[in-house]
C-alpha cells in the first residue's frame, strides 16, 4: 500500500519542520519551568524562549513593538478576545458572509447579550468580496470591521489592503483573521493598516497546536478576555495595563511557543514569498488535476493567484463523507469533509446543505500527493457510476 498522503493542511500542519519538534523537545527536557514566575536560571531561559517567540512573529508581521503580540491558545481565542473586548451596547460591526465561526458565533452571542449590531457583506458565489459594499455597510455607530484574509472553505484571498484603507479613512480599527494566512502570504500590519491581527499557531506558522496570539495596534485597548496571575505586578487587585501582561494572565504554553518559534524561524528563512510561490504551483497543479476528472465540481476562485492552498469540491454521485471515509479507509488520504465550521461560507457558495470535500495543501506536499488524490478519486466516481 502507498505511503499515507496528508492533505488537511487546512486544519493543521503536518509534517513541522524538524526544528520545530526538536523545540519542543529541548524545552521539555532541558528547560522545563515557566515563563515569568522566577530568577532561578531556568525561569530565566523560559523567559527568552517567550521573547524570541515574539520577536520572529513582530519581524514576520512588520510590528515595531513585539509586546503588542499578545498569546493565546489558538486564533478563536484571539478573535474573541478581540471582538468581546472591542464591542459594547449600541455598537455596530461589519464582516463578511465568509467568516468562520470563531467569528460569527462570537458576534451572534454579543448580539443577543449586549445589542451589538451585526452586517455581513455577502460575498460572491466565489467568495470573493467587493470592497465598496463594506464600505457601503459602514455606519455612524461602526466600530469594528472584521474580515477573514482568507477563507477556510475556499481558499478566497479577501482584498485585505483595500479594505484596510477604508477602515483607516473612516477611523474604525480592522480585525483581520489570519488563521489561514499567517506564514503563507506576506503580512505587513502598518502598509495593511491592520489594527488587531488575529493567528494561531498550528498551520501557516507550522507550530503546534495549542499556540496562537493577537497584535494590538498602540492606542487600542480591549478588554481583558480572562484575568488573573501575571507572574509581576502581583499586588495589584487588576490586571495590570502594561502589554503583554494584560491580556497574558495564567501561565504561557512556553513547550508550544519553543516550537512555534522554531517554525517561524523555518518561515523567515525559507522566505514567505517561496513558500508562497511553491503553495501556488501546487494549488495551479491540483486544480488543472481535478478540473480534468468528469463528476467534480469545484468552488471557490479556481485561481492560484487568487486563493491559497484551501480548494473544496464535491463528486457529483458521491457525498462528502462517504468521500472522505474512502479517501481515508482505501487509499490512506487525509482530508477534511462537511462545513468546516463555517456555515456562512457555505451558504454563500451554495452547499449548506451538503458540505464540501476539502484538500489543504501544505509546503511539504508533492505533486505525487496530488495525483494519488486524483487517482483515488477517479476510481470512486467510476465505483458510484457502476463503471
Known sequence: MAPPVYLDNAATSYPKPEAVYQAVYDYMRLVGASAGRGSYQRALEADEVVYRARVALARLFNVRDAARIVFTANATESLNLAIKGMLGPGNHVVTTSMEHNAVWRCLKVLESERGVAVTAVPSAADGSLDPGLLEEAIRPSTRLIIVNHASNVTGTIMPVREIGEIAYRYDIPLLVDAAQTAGVLAIDVEEEHIDLLAFTGHKGLLGPTGTGGLYILEGINPRPLKEGGTGSESRLERQP?????????????????????????????????????????????ALEVLLGIEGVTIYGPRDPARQVGVISFNLEDTGPEEV????????????????????????????????????????????????????????????ARGC
Not at 518561515?267 to 514569498?273: K, M, N, T, W
Request: aromatic share 6%; net charge negative.
Open 241 to 285: 495595563d502594561t502589554l503583554p501582561e494584560r491580556y497574558e494572565a495564567g501561565t504561557l504554553n512556553v513547550a508550544g511557543l519553543a516550537g512555534l518559534e522554531a517554525g517561524v524561524k523555518f518561515i523567515l528563512q525559507e522566505g514567505v514569498e517561496r513558500i508562497r510561490a511553491r503553495e501556488e504551483e501546487l494549488t495551479a497543479y
Open 324 to 383: 472522505g471515509y474512502v479517501l481515508d479507509e482505501m487509499c490512506g488520504i487525509m482530508v477534511r469533509v462537511g462545513l468546516h465550521c463555517a456555515p456562512l461560507a457555505h451558504r454563500t457558495i451554495g452547499t449548506l446543505e451538503r458540505g464540501t470535500v476539502r484538500v489543504g495543501l501544505g509546503y511539504f506536499n508533492t505533486r505525487e500527493d496530488i495525483d494519488c488524490l486524483a487517482e483515488a478519486l477517479r476510481d470512486i466516481i467510476t465505483e
